[in-house]
């Protein structure tokens, strides 16, 4: 299966999770474009401006995996400690879990957005 870059759709979340600024996306696949009988709900290309940031929030049914193709950010993890990612790292918040990503580069913060669930 192949979802093209040309059909991804568009979005903009304003102050997403309780976090600053606008969160872009470029979505191959969300909760009501999916195919049936995948565990994925969500697969995006994401940026975030300097400045901006996804609040503090909690998988509750499903898991979350940041892989962070340019910028700088800084990730909270579950347990609220904060750590500097960048270019080829990957973030896991797993079911029940909590975590935040916040832009503190100057330049954007881009990475592929994927959630999954059983």
């Known amino acids: ?25 470029l979505h191959s696949l969300t909760a009501d474009r999916r195919p049936d009988k995948t565990h994925f709900k969500m697969v995006g290309r994401m940026t975030l401006a300097p400045g901006s940031s996804i609040g503090l929030h909690t998988h509750k049914d499903d898991e979350e995996i940041y892989i962070i193709l340019s910028g700088q950010g800084l990730y ?21 879990h909590q975590h935040g990503l916040a832009n503190d580069g100057a330049e954007p913060l881009i990475f592929m957005a994927v959630i999954a669930a059983d």
């Open 76 to 96: 909270t993890k579950n347990d609220g400690q904060t750590e500097t990612v960048g270019p080829g790292d990957m973030t896991l918040a797993r079911q029940g």
């Open 1 to 25: 299966m192949i979802f093209y870059a040309k059909d991804r759709l568009k979005a903009v979340r304003p102050k997403a999770q309780g976090g600053l600024g606008e969160v872009h996306g």
